[in-house]
C-alpha cells in the first residue's frame, strides 16, 4: 500500500518553520531539482540554494532553501535547511536592496576572492528570496481567477 | 541618632534602588521568554540532524572523519561561556569557578580558553591561561551565523592539531529557578553520539574508539530502510560531521543565554524584595523615632503647664 499524503517537515537551526500534510513536494537538491511524491523510494541529499515547492489540495506554496540537508521516506519529508522562509514572510523590497547592494560591491572586489565568493552568494540568497515571492504572487493571481 | 530626615532620604534611596531591579527583573523576564523560545525552537532542528548524521553513519563504510579523530592527549581547548554584564547573581561566578577548577586539574594537558562572555576572559585572563579565542557581546543576540563562526574555529584549531580535545563550561538551563552546570567533552566527538544520543554519558570508556554501534538506530523504521544517494554517502556524512558540531554550539549558546536571563531575573527579584524589606525596617525606625519625639515634645508641655499653675 502506498502512502497517500507525505508529511513534510521542515526545520532550521533557528526555527520549525513547517510541519503539514501534503500531496507533492519539489526539493532543490545540490545537483538539480526533485520531485517526490507519496511513496517515494528513501533518500538523503544534501540541498542547494532554491525554492521548495509543495502541493497540498488545489494550492501550491513556496519557501526558500539555502543549503542543507534532506531525507526523503515515502510517507515523510524532513528538511533541514540552514535558512529557510515562507514566500508569504519575503520582503521583496529588501531582497531588491541587498541584490542592488550586492552587486555593486561585487565590483569591487577581484574574481576568486573570499569576498567576491561572499558577494556572490548574497545576490543568489536575494535572487532566490525575489523568485520566490513572485512565484508566490502569480499563484495567488491565478486562484483567484474564476 | 538619626533624624526624621534622615530616615526620610534614606527610604527614598532605597525606593529608588527597588525600582532600578524591578525594571531590571521585568526586562530579564522579558528577554528570558525570548531565550527559552530559541532554546525550544532549536530543538527540532538538533534532533533531525542526529537523526540523519546517525542513519548516515551506520551505512557509511568508514566513519573517518578529522573531527571523529582520536589521539594522545597533548593539548585541549576549554571553551567558557559566561555573560557579558554582571547583576546576575552567582552565574558568572558559578561558571568561572568550575573552569578554573577544571583547568588546574587539566595543568598538564596545556589547556588554552576559548572564552564566550567578557566576565569569563576577564578573571581567566588575569589568572594567567592563554586565551585561545574570545566572543564578546554573544549573549543577548545569539545566532546560528555566530555558532557557526565559533563552531568553525573550534574545528580549525582541531584538524590543524593545535589541540586534541575540546571541553565546554557551561550553564545548562533547566527551568526558570535552577541553572545546572554543565562541563561536557565537544570533540573528538563521542561514537556512541552517533549511536544514540542517551548513552553518551555510559558508553564513553567501554566502546572501541572507531568502530560504531550499529544496531543502535533510533527507530526501528530507518535501521531497515536502505536509502538512495544523491551524492556519495561518505560526502554526506563528512559534511554532516561539522554541522552536528554548528549545532551543538548553537545549542550550548542557547543553554547558556537562557540560563543567564534566568539568573538575572531570579537575582533581581530577591534584590527587589529585599529592598522592600529594608524599606519596612527603616519605616518602623522612624515612626519610633516619630513617636518619641512626639511624647517627648507632651511630656515638655505637661511639664512646663505644671509649673505654671504651681
Known amino acids: 500500500m502506498l502512502p497517500e499524503s507525505i508529511e513534510l517537515q521542515v526545520v532550521t537551526p533557528e526555527r520549525h518553520v513547517l510541519e503539514e500534510t501534503v500531496l507533492a513536494i519539489e526539493i532543490p537538491g545540490k545537483e538539480g531539482y526533485l520531485g517526490v511524491l507519496p511513496g517515494h523510494a528513501p533518500l538523503i541529499t544534501e540541498l542547494g540554494v532554491g525554492i521548495l515547492a509543495y502541493r497540498t489540495g488545489s494550492a501550491t506554496r513556496y519557501l526558500t532553501i539555502i543549503e542543507g540537508y534532506a531525507e526523503v521516506l515515502p510517507d515523510r519529508v524532513i528538511v533541514l535547511a540552514e535558512i529557510s522562509e515562507k514566500a508569504e514572510e519575503i520582503d521583496v523590497d529588501r531582497s531588491r536592496a541587498a541584490q542592488d547592494r550586492a552587486q555593486r560591491a561585487l565590483a569591487q572586489h577581484g574574481p576568486g576572492t573570499a569576498e567576491w565568493q561572499a558577494e556572490r552568494q548574497a545576490i543568489e540568497r536575494a535572487m532566490v528570496r525575489i523568485a520566490a515571492a513572485s512565484q508566490a504572487g502569480m499563484a495567488r493571481a491565478q486562484t483567484k481567477e474564476p | 541618632m538619626p533624624t526624621l530626615l534622615d530616615y526620610r532620604r534614606r527610604i527614598r534611596s532605597v525606593k529608588n534602588t527597588q525600582q532600578i531591579t524591578r525594571a531590571m527583573k521585568f526586562v530579564a523576564a522579558a528577554k528570558l521568554r525570548r531565550a527559552q523560545e530559541g532554546v525550544f525552537s532549536a530543538r527540532p532542528y538538533a534532533k533531525e540532524i542526529l537523526r ?127 541553572q545546572r552546570l554543565c562541563t561536557e567533552k565537544l570533540l573528538p566527538i563521542d561514537p556512541a553520539i552517533l549511536g544514540e544520543r542517551g548513552s553518551q554519558e555510559k558508553a564513553a570508556p567501554g566502546a572501541p574508539a572507531d568502530m560504531l554501534p550499529r544496531d543502535l538506530a533510533p527507530s526501528g523504521q530507518s535501521r531497515l530502510v536502505e536509502y538512495l544517494y544523491e551524492e556519495p554517502i561518505g560526502e554526506i556524512f563528512s559534511h554532516l560531521v561539522p554541522r552536528y558540531l554548528q549545532s551543538e554550539v548553537f545549542r550550548i549558546l542557547l543553554e547558556s543565554e537562557a540560563a543567564e536571563w534566568a539568573a538575572r531575573m531570579t537575582a533581581m527579584d530577591s534584590a527587589t524584595r529585599n529592598a522592600a524589606e529594608l524599606i519596612d525596617k527603616v519605616t518602623l525606625e522612624m515612626n519610633k523615632t516619630r513617636q518619641a519625639a512626639i511624647t517627648k515634645e507632651l511630656i515638655e508641655i505637661v511639664g512646663g503647664a505644671a509649673s505654671a499653675t504651681s
Open chain 2, 52 to 178: 540523519v548524521l546517525h542513519s548516515a553513519a551506520a551505512r557509511v563504510e568508514s566513519t573517518v572523519h578529522p573531527l571523529l579523530e582520536r589521539r594522545a592527549v597533548k593539548r585541549i581547548l576549554v571553551v567558557v561561556l559566561t555573560g557579558d554584564r554582571s547583576l546576575c547573581g552567582a552565574f558568572n561566578s558559578n561558571v568561572i569557578r568550575r573552569a578554573s577548577h577544571f583547568l588546574r586539574d587539566h595543568r598538564t594537558e596545556n589547556p588554552q580558553v576559548l572564552a564566550i562572555g567578557k566576565k569569563g576572559r576577564g578573571v581567566l585572563r588575569r589568572e594567567g591561561w592563554p586565551l585561545a579565542g574570545e566572543y564578546v557581546n554573544v549573549s543577548g543576540n545569539v545566532d546560528f551565523a555566530i555558532a557557526k563562526e565559533i563552531a568553525a574555529k573550534i574545528a580549525e584549531l582541531y584538524e590543524k592539531r593545535e589541540i586534541d580535545a575540546v571541553y565546554t563550561v557551561y550553564n545548562e538551563f533547566k527551568n526558570v529557578l535552577v
